[in-house]
């Protein structure tokens, strides 16, 4: 993980796809992230995408214009995990909302 710090938008720069929840299942943990940085749905695309890629991830929902993101898991999540996936995603976990 690399400490530089981004500012700019998803938009225009990744070729991920678009939309802010990716249902599985219900889980039996519920973690709600604090992210700065999204600004579209094409960002809600791509954290979404990289947090359901997490081992025991059964559904995630992302909110750009509040920066939270509800995570269902079958286990408690490593926030170094969460946060290494919304790195990747191009973005900043803040911390648990």
Do not use: W
């Amino acid at each position: 993980m690399t400490s530089q710090t981004r500012t700019a938008s998803c938009c225009g720069t990744s070729s991920r796809g678009s939309g802010g929840t990716v249902d599985i299942q219900t889980a039996g943990f519920v973690t709600v992230y604090k992210v700065s940085g999204m600004t579209c749905g094409h960002c809600e695309g791509a954290v979404s995408q990289e947090i359901s890629a997490l081992d025991g991830v059964t559904s995630v929902k992302v909110v750009a214009a509040t920066g939270e993101v509800t995570v269902n898991s079958a286990t408690p999540l490593d926030d170094d995990a969460v946060r290494a996936a919304i790195d990747e995603a191009g973005y900043e976990l803040v911390g648990r909302a």
